[in-house]
Nanobody, 121 residues
Framework: QVQLVESGGGLVQAGGSLRLSCVAS????????MGWYRQAPGKQRELVAI???????NYADSVKGRFTVSRDNAKNTVYLQMNSLEPEDTAVYYC???????????????WGQGTQVTVSS
């Protein structure tokens, strides 16, 4: 019923930039929070950044000042602009969305399939 599809990952040198996108599609009535998480090999999935429908944001300390999360509510899309990338940023990046489906009466959390970001030193 609902799909989240990430794009924009890839291989970049340290100090470089990437922009991730995540589009939510399907029987969507409204989207509350949207966010980005990442999981490096051997580590737990961790929060990178979240953004509310109204545009309030929250970031992990490790990415503050380097990453910027934004969204386009009309397109059901969330973005993550990543600058000054470091090898420690290497991970699979996942987006999620807390949303209500058409005809539904509750908020559920949906996840994308992930996109690989690799930063070489």
């Amino acid at each position: 019923q609902v799909q989240l599809v990430e794009s924009g990952g890839g291989l970049v040198q340290a100090g470089g930039s990437l922009r991730l996108s995540c589009v939510a599609s399907g029987r969507i009535f409204s989207i509350n929070r949207m966010g980005w998480y990442r999981q490096a090999p051997g580590k737990q999935r961790e929060l990178v950044a979240i953004i509310t429908r109204g545009g309030s944001t929250n970031y992990a300390d490790s990415v503050k000042g380097r990453f910027t999360v934004s969204r386009d509510n009309a397109k059901n899309t969330v973005y993550l602009q990543m600058n000054s990338l470091e090898p420690e940023d290497t991970a699979v990046y996942y987006c999620n969305a807390e949303l209500q489906t058409t005809g539904g009466d509750r908020l559920y959390l949906y996840w994308g399939q992930g996109t690989q970001v690799t930063v070489s030193s």
